[in-house]
Each structure stands twice: as C-alpha cells, then as structure tokens.
C-alpha cells in the first residue's frame, strides 16, 4: 500500500505544490510592487514596471514606467481602503480625471484583477 499508493501521490502532491509556488512567485516577480509601491524607492519602481511593461508589450505602453512613479506620489493620499489593488482599480475607474491621467495603471491593475484565480489542475491530477 504505502510503495503503490502513499509514496506516488506524496509525489504528485509535492509536485503540485512546487508548480503552485512557481506560479504564484512569477505573478508576485510581474504585479508584487503594486502592494507595497509607497515603501519601494523609484529606481527600483522603474526598474519592476520595466520588466511588467517588457512582459505585456502589446498592452502596456512605455510610458507605464513614468506614470506609475507618479501614481506612487498620488498613492499617499488615497484612503486605506483602497491601498489594495481592486481597490485602487475602483477608485481609478470612480475619478475620471484620474482614470484619463493614468490609462496605463489601470490597464496592469485590470490585468492582474482578471487573472484566473483557479487551480483546479492540481485537483484535477489526483
């Protein structure tokens, strides 16, 4: 039982994890700085809205990288509850005015709210 059983489905439990972590640790590398881009220095925010920027090229224009410093400065007088990401989405989409001043941070928040949330492959394989 334990060699037939117990020990292979360890093993796809194990490798479904590791392929979980992978995937959310790329999605953290791609959207991370949104949650905490009031701590993040400016160099190192242009260097992750870069490489978001480089990854969704057909989405996100070059000038992502100037608005998102900006939008950090604006970041400090929103309310708390909407530090979060669909948060910050909505309070975008509720001020127009702000929504025409940074057309590109709305694009990479609309990107990540819209991924799928699922991992029903890993359910799926047992």
């Known amino acids: 039982m ?4 117990f020990i292979p489905i360890m093993n796809a439990l194990i490798l479904q994890l590791n392929k979980r972590k992978e995937a959310y640790t790329k999605l953290c590398d791609k959207f991370g700085f ?3 881009m009031e701590n993040i220095e400016a160099s190192e925010l242009r260097k992750k809205a870069l490489k978001l920027v480089e990854y969704y090229i ?5 000038e992502f990288v100037e608005e998102i410093i900006q939008f950090k400065k604006y970041i400090i007088n929103f309310p708390n509850e909407t530090k979060n990401m669909q948060g910050m989405l909505k309070y975008l989409n509720n001020n127009p005015s702000l929504n025409t001043t940074f057309p590109n941070v709305e694009i990479a928040l609309k990107l990540f709210i819209c991924m799928p949330c699922s991992n029903a492959s890993g359910e799926r394989s047992f």
Do not use: G
């Open 2 to 5: 334990k060699n037939e059983a």
């Open 34 to 36: 949104f949650s905490d």
């Open 58 to 62: 057909n989405d996100l224009e070059v």
